[in-house]
């Protein structure tokens, strides 16, 4: 299949999932293949979910998701075998976190991956054309952070004999929003990065042991040729994409940055409780709940009222139900 769209899901997540499915289908297209990895078993409601759309449909390649699960055990295993000098705490992300890796072994050879905490606003097709000239696009401000946390010192230790430290910082990127090629990580590539994990780049992992980190240690490893939106300032789409921009104009459920449709907006940050909160509340219907939810957030510490952009996401959300 030419193109289409992974994302990872479980029923935990499901009102992101429908918010984010109504914004591909209402902003893109809605025939664009969506494929689902599942993130553990819990797949009920997601699966009544599928039910009802077209062109949406899981990932049931067991064997892609096996493969990725092993190698992050062995990549873990890595991490906390090492002695690390001045690291008093150890910690990886939760381990499925990683089974949308599983989207290089999939059926589309051009592929959008989106986390689920994330909205569409515009055609992603400039995203896929990209992919005719690089093996992986992004499009975020990953760099400034990681250059705060010093990942890009700690990671230049180990490339610096193929990366200048400007260069190394420009391939830095957010696991939440990238597209690349079916094969342009292949398990052969899996062996050599243990087996050079082993031989002392696992030293690099100073900060928590995030399936971001590995994906972009993977990414830089490999030596994938990156082109990131936010770098191109001849780019028509060069624009902020998370929510702690709180300058963002929504114009009829669109939001722009300085006249600039965002492609996307990453919620960032916004833990999946909270947004599972606002979602019931704004079930209940109730007269005045804007007002009324600053209360709650006192009496029960819910903190639905401070979510940024939420009037966009709950349109999304309900999209079907209006």
């Not at 992101?16 to 902003?27: T, V, Y």
């Not at 993977?218 to 702690?244: A, P, Q």
Request: proline share 2%; glycine share 4%.
């Amino acid at each position: 299949m030419n193109k289409g769209i992974y994302l990872l899901a479980n029923d935990v997540v499901c009102d992101q999932l429908i918010a984010l499915i109504n914004s591909i289908n209402l902003n893109y297209s809605p025939d664009i293949p969506i494929c689902i990895i599942p993130f553990n078993e819990e797949m009920e409601l997601i699966k009544k979910v599928i039910a009802k759309r077209k062109n949406t449909f899981l990932f049931e390649d067991n064997k892609s998701i096996d493969k990725w699960d092993n190698f992050i055990k062995e990549f873990d295993k890595l991490y906390f075998n090492y002695p690390y000098e001045g690291v008093t705490e150890k910690k990886a992300e939760v381990l499925t976190m990683h089974r949308k890796y599983c989207a290089f072994d999939g059926i589309f050879d051009k592929f959008v991956f989106l986390d689920l905490d994330t909205l569409i606003f515009q055609s992603l097709d400039h995203v896929f054309k990209k992919l005719d000239e690089y093996d992986f696009v992004v499009h975020d401000y990953q760099r400034v952070t990681s250059i705060r946390l010093k990942e890009v010192d700690y990671y230049f230790e180990a490339f610096q004999d193929m990366y200048s430290k400007e260069a190394l910082a420009n391939r830095f990127h957010c696991g939440g929003f990238w597209a690349s090629k079916r094969g342009a990580i292949n398990e052969q590539d899996l062996e050599y990065f243990l087996q050079e994990l082993a031989n002392g780049d696992i030293k690099i992992f100073r900060t928590w042991l995030s399936e971001q980190t590995k994906l972009n240690y993977m990414t830089i490893k490999k030596n994938l040729k990156l082109y990131n939106f936010t770098l191109d300032e001849t780019s028509g789409y060069n624009t902020g994409v998370c929510i702690t921009s709180n300058h963002f104009e929504d114009k009829n459920h669109i939001l722009y940055d300085k006249g600039k449709k965002l492609t996307y907006l990453h919620y960032m940050g916004i833990k999946n409780e909270r947004l599972r909160r606002l979602c019931q509340w704004e079930k209940m219907n109730l007269p005045f709940r804007k007002q009324l939810a600053y209360f709650v957030d006192k009496l029960y510490k819910w903190q639905i009222s401070t979510i940024p952009y939420q009037d966009i996401f709950l349109y999304y959300r309900f999209l079907d139900e209006r």
